[in-house]
């Protein structure tokens, strides 16, 4: 072309323009500068991300500081957290604890925790029904939490060819609309499973490639480790 370079063009969503831009109100932080760093600024809103890893690595606690932050956000406090626990996890001792620790009196604690809706969930059917009512209930959600989605799809796993797969990907639908629907950052926690001696979130290859990013999770002898290990956004390194 008249010995000019032919100039190449990359489509762009104002989504994907909000996020180069670092729009703050488009991440929930965890409330640690270093692990937020470590997560690429926060997570995203609009987006499925899994926390992965085996039991006691903090999967849980991360979760509870992506609670707690987003309820000490002043910027948010018109927004509500869905906390979906399918083993008996979730301890709102635990998150009050965090919220004073920020310097919060039990009063104002006490106050923030009422934005939090717990729904106890023991399988399949039961989380598609909070899914179903959260999508009604008319609530601005900008953080749902599945505490864990291992747990609670974890007869879809066993029953894959025999009408498992067709629930995974009912779920999968009903997540994605409801990130895109609220603009909500929806969370999730595994666990892992070994395939001729190599780790691998539990679930299966549907539920792998459903999410936009995973981190996995470890802990060392005298700390914890977290690395993003899948991203539709980021290089994986």
């Known amino acids: ?18 996020l180069h831009l670092k729009a703050p109100w488009l991440r929930l932080k965890c409330g640690c500068t270093d692990v937020d760093e470590m997560i690429h600024g926060g997570i995203i809103r609009g987006e499925l991300t899994e926390l992965v890893g085996s039991i006691s690595v903090g999967k849980t606690q991360m979760c509870l500081s992506l609670t707690a932050s987003m309820l000490l956000d002043s910027e948010m406090d018109s927004y509500d957290v869905l906390y979906i626990d399918t083993n008996g996890s979730f301890r709102s001792t635990r ?3 965090m919220l004073m ?7 104002g604690a006490a106050k923030l925790l009422s934005r939090v809706v717990v729904a106890r969930v023991y399988g399949e059917h039961d989380l598609k029904k909070v899914l179903i009512a959260a999508e009604k209930c ?37 997540l994605h609309r409801l990130a895109h629907s609220l603009g909500c950052a929806v969370v999730s926690t595994n666990h892992l499973v070994y395939w001729n001696d190599c780790p ?12 936009h990013s ?24």
Not at 138 to 166: M, Q
């Open 1 to 18: 072309m008249n010995g000019e370079e032919e100039l190449t063009y990359e489509q762009e969503s104002a989504f994907d323009l909000f």
């Open 95 to 97: 998150l009050l604890n």
């Open 101 to 107: 620790a920020r310097r919060h009196n039990i009063e």
């Open 138 to 174: 008319g609530k601005e959600f900008a953080l749902i939490i599945i505490d864990s989605i291992g747990a609670a799809l974890a007869e879809t796993a066993v029953t894959y060819l025999e009408g498992g797969k067709e629930i995974q990907e009912d779920i999968i639908v009903r």
């Open 200 to 211: 691998a979130p539990s679930l299966g290859r549907k539920w792998n490639s459903a999410v």
């Open 214 to 237: 995973r981190f996995l999770m470890a802990k060392l002898p005298e700390s914890y480790y977290i690395q993003l290990i899948r991203s539709t956004r980021y290089e994986v390194v």
